[in-house]
């Protein structure tokens, strides 16, 4: 716990700051119903990650739904993002920040398929429920 204090002519006011973050990020929470084994799996499938070096399908995946929760229009404005928060996606497997060329290749090479199947993996996932 981080405490201020302020000396202010006769009294002296103290205000506490919480530096315990309990819980955790909805972004977070949304990436925990993935199951990467079965991602990578449905990429092998079909093929997604064919003449890929780093930028994996799903690490486009993670990419694509940040740049959904984050409601951004253009990939330029997405990377710029991405590199603004950088610090806070690492613990999700973002190793790097795919350049905007790298992000635009895959969103023209990778197939559409390959987003449909996870999501419907997902959606039947939590209608079990």
Do not use: W
Request: a positive charge.
């Amino acid at each position: 716990m981080v405490k201020f204090v302020i000396h202010n002519k006769n009294k002296i006011i103290t205000m506490n700051k919480n530096t315990n973050f309990n819980g955790q990020p909805l972004f977070g929470q949304l990436i925990n119903y993935l199951n990467r084994q079965k991602i990578n799996k449905i990429a092998r499938e079909c093929e997604s990650d064919k003449y890929t070096k780093k930028f994996s399908t799903y690490k486009h995946l993670i990419v694509k739904m940040f740049v959904a929760l984050n409601g951004y229009q253009s990939i330029c404005e997405a990377i710029k993002g991405l590199l603004a928060n950088a610090h806070k996606l690492s613990h999700l497997g973002l190793d790097y920040v795919a350049r905007r060329s790298t992000f635009s290749d895959a969103n023209k090479r990778r197939p559409g398929e390959v987003f449909d199947k996870i999501y419907m993996d997902v959606y039947y996932l939590t209608d079990k429920t």
